[in-house]
């Protein structure tokens, strides 16, 4: 069952160890297929190094498992709602990686300090509020995901298809799960840049103009970068 997206999302998950985004068996991708709905999940507590595609999960847009002899990441749920909210999503990617989660761990959101930040994102990478007591204690999983569903509001997901789950870590997306990856990647290399950026004194982001002519010249009806299609 979806044995070319269990390909792909095995591919995608040993992306992130190849990229050195996760270790011993942090972090997770999972892809939702466009036909059927159903959703494509690393297996929990399964190492990058001892995955088969074939250990890929299977799961219907309820939560129900369709196929697979291991348990889902147990960031299941929180995928399940991104994908229910923005219905452009085809991947997504959770990781611990340092920087990125540095920020998370720090409550701060990212600024957009220059054209790097501003080619990928459109604006600051977000940090969503603190989970309550009784948010943490019921629905664990699935609060983590309102709470990123809230931040996101009504914002295009795919103009920043990143955000930091405050003292957790980081959420990224994108249309397919390949795509989840890249920006994943990306993130981290732009989380490191901005670390390095406020201990070298700066605090004010990158003025507007030059954020909106990086971001829209790589994105979007009038982009020209790159070769085209």
Partial sequence: MLNILKERVFKANIDLLEHGLVIHTWGNVSGRDKETG????????????????????????????????????????THILLYKIFSSLGGVVHTHSTYATSWAQAGRSIPPFGTTHADHFYGEIPCTRLLTDEEIANDYEVNTGKVIVEKIGKSDPLFVPSILVNCHGPFCWGVDPESAVYNAVALEEIARMAFYTVLLG????????????????????????GQGK
Avoid: C, Q, W
Wanted: net charge positive; no cysteine; glycine share 8%.
């Fill in 202 to 225: 700066k605090s004010e982001p990158v003025d507007k103009a030059l954020l909106e002519k990086h971001f829209n010249r790589k994105h979007g009806s009038d982009a020209y970068y």
């Fill in 38 to 77: 159903m959703i494509v999940i690393k297996p929990s507590g399964v190492g990058y190094k001892k995955m088969k595609a074939s250990d890929m999960v299977v799961i219907d847009s309820d939560g129900k498992v369709m196929e697979g002899k291991y348990k889902p990441s147990t960031d299941l749920p």
